[in-house]
C-alpha cells in the first residue's frame, strides 16, 4: 500500500472511529434507555480504534 492509500485509509478509519465514538456518547446519553446496546456499540467502538491505530503505525513505519 503506498503512503497515500495509507493517508487515505487512516482518514476514513478515523472518520469511522469517531462515528462510533459519538453513537457510543449518544447511547449513553439516553441511558436507561438502550441499555442493551452498550456491550455491542462498545465493541464496534474498540474494533474502530484498533483498526484506526494499526493503519496509523503502519503509516509512521513508511
Known sequence: MTTDELKALVKKLNAQATQAKMDLHDLSEE???GWERIPEQA???????ARL???RKQLAAG
Open 31 to 33: 441511558l436507561p434507555i
Open 43 to 49: 465493541q464496534k467502538t474498540y474494533e474502530a480504534y
Open 53 to 55: 491505530t494499526e493503519a
